[in-house]
């Protein structure tokens, strides 16, 4: 008998996950849709169902030690409209959907659909978020590439929740996101850029890129970011053919109905082309 | 089954039901609020949208266990009120509804923009209403009956 349950406090939901397995639902903005049966049924799910998206105790933006903190069931929208959210994951919030969608979406669901073209990943990858899952036996704290594993992939065990993340604070004197889709709102991205420059005294201290929908997760490469930490702005913008060449073998997009493979190689690399050479 | 308790157009609801259903069916076949349409069923067109605490939502994708403790408002309360004449005048004076399918969820957008920002400028309002797909008007009709519904209730919002 399939019992789902509205937890009244966070520690009840974590006694709960504990007890039994669960199907957690946030926002719902891709489980009802993925569940989703014939108009004027329920959509349908084998498992029982914990709806934690009233959850108040976990919707919060707050700076604690360095970093910006996010709860796990505040809407996107909520996010967007926060003083603290660093201004990469504004840009990506912005562009998701429509003002209703944006309502209830969460980052966390964001995560737990671990899909390449979810639109807050590429950021959590170039904040180097840390995702806070808790369970009854306690608190894991893990960054965000350890946390997705493939494309609807994650090790979120069935007794945890994501609590929060964590974004660290940092500086970046240029930054862009770039998403080509289809029509604006509602359009599942087909591919991001997410690009994220420190300059300091004409010195590279910070260089970071990610790229959605191109790989079977988000891609983003630390050991080609340090290639160029240290040179000066224009040796770095000299050096834009062999950074493109850097990129060129890992965007490696699939084929599907959205948009073929090859443009979406070209889009990608055309604009990373473009930041740097507009830095 | 599972107890849930939220306002309906102003009325205190207490019900036991499936959490899984959609927000939408509860609506339209238990309650017969009618003006909440389903369109695409899922999240994509605005049809179904509803205020939940003063903000919109698409019903369709609205599992009826994340209302619980919530105030939800659909177009037929939301017409009982002053400023929903302003904006159904507006609506009209400026041919903003054709066919009027989208109409209530154009409405419900309309006002979940203004109830945030009074006083939207063209590009703000095209955002507000994103949501919202119409077949029929091109859009700039709704866009001027949005803008001149802020004129004209000036400090109702
Ligand atoms: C019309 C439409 C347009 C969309 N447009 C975009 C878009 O532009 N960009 C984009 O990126 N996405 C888009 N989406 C997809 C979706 O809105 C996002 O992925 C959103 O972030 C999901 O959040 P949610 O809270 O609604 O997730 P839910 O559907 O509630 O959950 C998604 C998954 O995450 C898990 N989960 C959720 N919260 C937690 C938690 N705290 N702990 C552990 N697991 C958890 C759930 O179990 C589930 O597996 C769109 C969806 C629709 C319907
Ligand atoms: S019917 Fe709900 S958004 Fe289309
Ligand atoms: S008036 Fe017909 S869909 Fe908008």
Redesign the pocket.
Known sequence: MVKNVIPVSYSEALDLLNERPF???????????QRRSWAQTPPKFSEDVLY??NLEELKYIKEVDGYIVIG??TP?EDVLKNKLTPNLLKAAIS???SPA?RN??????????A?P????LPILYTLDAIIVLESIEGIRELPIKDVITGPGKHI?KQN???KELKLPISVFTNSAFEKVGGRKA????KVSFTGAVNIKDNKVLDFRIAFGAVSATILRRKDLEEKYVGLTKDELIGKVDEIVADYDPFVRPIDDQRSNKEYRKTVALNLLRNFIETL | MAKIKFKLNNKEIEIDENPNLRLLDVLRDKFEFTGVKEGCG???CGACAVLINNDIVNSC?VPLGNVNGKEIMTIEGYSETKKYDVIKDAYAEEGAVQCGFCTPGMIIASESLLNKNPHPTEEEIRVGLSGNLCRCTGYNMIVKAVKSAAKKGDGLW
Do not use: C, R
């Open positions: 199907k957690i639902i946030a926002g719902g903005t891709d489980l009802m849709v934690i998206f796990s069931t996107v562009i998701m959907a969608l209830m979406a969460t980052i966390a669901g964001n995560i737990g659909n899909s073209a979810g639109d807050t979120i945890e929740i994501i509602d359009a599942i991205s | 899922e999240g994509e994708i």
